[in-house]
DNA sequence: AAAATCATGTAATCGGTTACATGATTAT
DNA sequence: ATAATCATGTAACCGATTACATGATTTT
């Protein structure tokens, strides 16, 4: 169970209410955790019962109320002795591969048409992160950043996003020229 | 849920037992799915019982005997509808990036070590994947074997597998190479 | 006035993991 | 004999999603 570890390590990164990190809960740890409100709610709740967050009640005058949960001593103990235990394997689920698998022979073309729309929401999220990005760097080089900057988790955590991504949309591409390559076979095929 | 698409997509490749699949399951959707024999007995029964699939005993001399699940037509018209279904957003885990967010700058020793555990991991995916990718190309070239296979489907989906793990590796590397130069800094820093 | 967004939660359900149970067969 | 591997399952628990409920505030 490393919800509460996702939450704690989002909580490094400054205070944050329920609403906040659920809306930006998966851009902040780019792309290696998520989870709904109806999860992080009653998580937040635990935290901050077992003292490892604490709430503050936040009056606001625009918009409703909001309860911000800051990291404690402890919760930052608790995280300092997680980081040393072993990780269990990485694990992805990703139903559009499976349909690629399963389709890319039968159906190309609704694989093509899924393919395009993953195409759109990766190239989205790599906007957003290039902007973080850019945002962290503040005008330094890679280089420069990772002597001079007080933390650089946050930024290797982007870099694989970032790369993660890139890698995905290449995949895309080449499966994308791997059907049309196919289309044009089979409508002028070269049988023996 | 799309675990039982994600059998009947396995069985596209051949029939297979419960245990069969189990042991070989995230090496033949090549890291897109993963499921346990706790999982996979129940919904193989299942997948038996509404049709999409066939089940039959076979007895074996040299080992326990076994119950081999074959797809169906039904089990094929089923994953054909499902292939032209929308596709929910890829999900990833990993807790070994989120200890890298959370512990790079307070235990980089203990981040080092399971960095390198984690690339030995990556390697020998990618050995097993490469394998495969021999196997299943038989000396054509990729080109070659897209103009003439019978089936791509499984080829993307490997295709998929290496780039992913290729990316990883070189994301390990990035970040150990960054913790290195961060701790040659503290051991010489350079003070303003 | 209606719709969208901000904000926090609960309940029911579903999916996935861990632990347990059993037994055949093979290798050491 | 013992351990490892092959083989199939069940039960209990935990984690995650979906649906529901409520209400403030802002925008259209």
Known sequence: MSLRHAI?????????????????FDLSVANFWHALPAQLYPELARLDAEGLAQSTDVAQDRRPNKRVYAITDAGRAELRQWVAKPSKPMSVKDELVLRVRSGADSDPE?????LQHRRHVSVAKLDGYRAMQKQMLRGRNEEEFLRSARRIGPYLTLLG???????????IDHVQAA??????????????
């Open 8 to 24: 704690l390590t989002a909580l490094l990164d400054g205070d944050a209410s329920g609403y906040e990190l659920a809306k930006h």
């Open 110 to 114: 609704a694989i093509a048409e899924a």
């Open 161 to 171: 996003g970032i790369a993660l991504e890139q890698e995905h949309l290449q995949w």
């Open 179 to 192: 059907l049309d390559s196919r289309r044009q076979a089979r409508h002028a095929p070269t049988p023996a």
